[in-house]
């Protein structure tokens, strides 16, 4: 393995190219990665990046996104067939019908869609800068969202808003057991839990932090009076949180009925098909020009109100 690691960062050098992969990865391909983040960090890493090549390690829309940020340069996915669960539950053509229903709303989407949906949007956000970027937003404003209901509802009941809500969600976050958490939470008494707002609001209600992958990195990181954390949120980010905190135990929320709380989307990027697709510069990703031309202006709106 470590000389398939010693192969992909020559590649790297050899070809200006820089590995960017999510939280949600598996360990080894975030210790192979040059840049390590969520969402909102990888389009704002690929914003910026003077590489001529990007390997997304992630699923398709982060690709996308890198893509429309960087028109201009090679962006390679290792792993094309990775989707996501929530891109998958809101179709271009589905929003387009939701919209024409309700003129008088602005949308306001998920990164975790198609180009094709952000094409029809008039601001992307991500579990980073939702709440922000909706709070900056006129409070008579009428707003669709999605598609991650859970995330809309939490950012509801924040705000107090009354946002019309797109029925889709996370089939890794969706799935946190309750009365497993709670079973933890009588186990580790003084451990706080940190959740995602992709969860439901039966697993939100008993959180002490709520936020992003990197909000609850970035919590625990500044805590370390905390000896132990539950967690709840996709398994991955458990390795940075180690790495962080050595000394802290971190424990992972089963999902319900004992199931796993890993995303099989996100583990299907490996080192051997990282350093396959970095080799051959293949499975390179492509966005239509004019989808491409609607979908960036929402993505810049998004980054500008972060």
């Given at each position: 393995m470590n000389n398939i690691a010693e192969q992909i960062r020559q590649l790297c050098k050899e070809?200006?190219?820089?590995?960017?992969?999510?939280?949600?990865?598996r360990p080894d391909?975030?210790?192979?990665?040059?840049?390590?983040?969520?969402?909102?960090?990888?389009?704002?890493?690929?914003?910026?990046?003077?590489?001529g090549i990007i390997v997304?390690?992630?699923?398709?829309f982060m690709a996308e996104t890198a893509k429309i940020l960087c028109p201009d340069?090679?962006?390679?996915?290792?792993?094309?067939?990775?989707?996501c669960s929530l891109a998958d539950s809101c179709k271009a053509e589905d929003l387009a019908a939701?919209?024409?229903m309700h003129p008088d709303h602005m949308v306001v989407s998920y990164v975790n869609t198609s180009a094709a949906v952000k094409a029809l949007t008039d601001v992307v956000v991500t579990s980073s800068n939702a709440l922000k970027i909706v709070q900056q937003l006129p409070e008579d404003q009428l707003i669709l969202f999605g598609p991650d209901q859970n995330l809309g509802g939490y950012?509801?009941?924040?705000?107090?808003r009354k946002m019309d809500l797109w029925n889709g969600g996370c089939h890794v976050h969706a799935r946190f057991s309750e009365e497993a958490l709670l079973t933890l939470k009588a186990q580790y008494p003084n451990a706080p839990v940190l959740a995602h707002p992709e969860c439901k609001a039966t697993?939100?209600?008993?959180?002490?932090?709520?936020?992003?992958?990197?909000?609850?990195?970035n919590y625990a990181k500044a805590h370390p009076e905390h000896k132990s954390f539950l967690v709840v949120t996709e398994s991955g980010i458990l390795h940075e949180m180690q790495k962080a905190c050595p000394d802290v135990e971190f424990t992972s929320v089963p999902a319900e009925c004992g199931g796993?709380?890993?995303?099989?989307?996100?583990?299907?990027?490996?080192?051997?098909n990282l350093r396959d697709c970095l080799l051959n510069e293949n499975n390179e990703v492509t966005v239509n020009e004019e989808i491409a031309k609607d979908a960036i202006r929402p993505i810049q709106r998004m980054l500008e109100m972060s």
């Amino acid at each position: 393995m470590n000389n398939i690691a010693e192969q992909i960062r020559q590649l790297c050098k050899e070809k200006n190219a820089i590995i960017m992969a999510h939280y949600y990865q598996r360990p080894d391909v975030q210790d192979v990665a040059d840049f390590v983040g969520d969402s909102l960090a990888l389009a704002q890493q690929a914003s910026k990046t003077d590489a001529g090549i990007i390997v997304m390690c992630g699923v398709h829309f982060m690709a996308e996104t890198a893509k429309i940020l960087c028109p201009d340069k090679k962006v390679l996915i290792p792993a094309p067939e990775a989707g996501c669960s929530l891109a998958d539950s809101c179709k271009a053509e589905d929003l387009a019908a939701w919209k024409a229903m309700h003129p008088d709303h602005m949308v306001v989407s998920y990164v975790n869609t198609s180009a094709a949906v952000k094409a029809l949007t008039d601001v992307v956000v991500t579990s980073s800068n939702a709440l922000k970027i909706v709070q900056q937003l006129p409070e008579d404003q009428l707003i669709l969202f999605g598609p991650d209901q859970n995330l809309g509802g939490y950012i509801n009941r924040m705000t107090g808003r009354k946002m019309d809500l797109w029925n889709g969600g996370c089939h890794v976050h969706a799935r946190f057991s309750e009365e497993a958490l709670l079973t933890l939470k009588a186990q580790y008494p003084n451990a706080p839990v940190l959740a995602h707002p992709e969860c439901k609001a039966t697993i939100l209600q008993h959180a002490d932090v709520i936020g992003s992958t990197q909000a609850l990195l970035n919590y625990a990181k500044a805590h370390p009076e905390h000896k132990s954390f539950l967690v709840v949120t996709e398994s991955g980010i458990l390795h940075e949180m180690q790495k962080a905190c050595p000394d802290v135990e971190f424990t992972s929320v089963p999902a319900e009925c004992g199931g796993c709380n890993e995303c099989e989307y996100m583990r299907m990027c490996t080192l051997q098909n990282l350093r396959d697709c970095l080799l051959n510069e293949n499975n390179e990703v492509t966005v239509n020009e004019e989808i491409a031309k609607d979908a960036i202006r929402p993505i810049q709106r998004m980054l500008e109100m972060s």
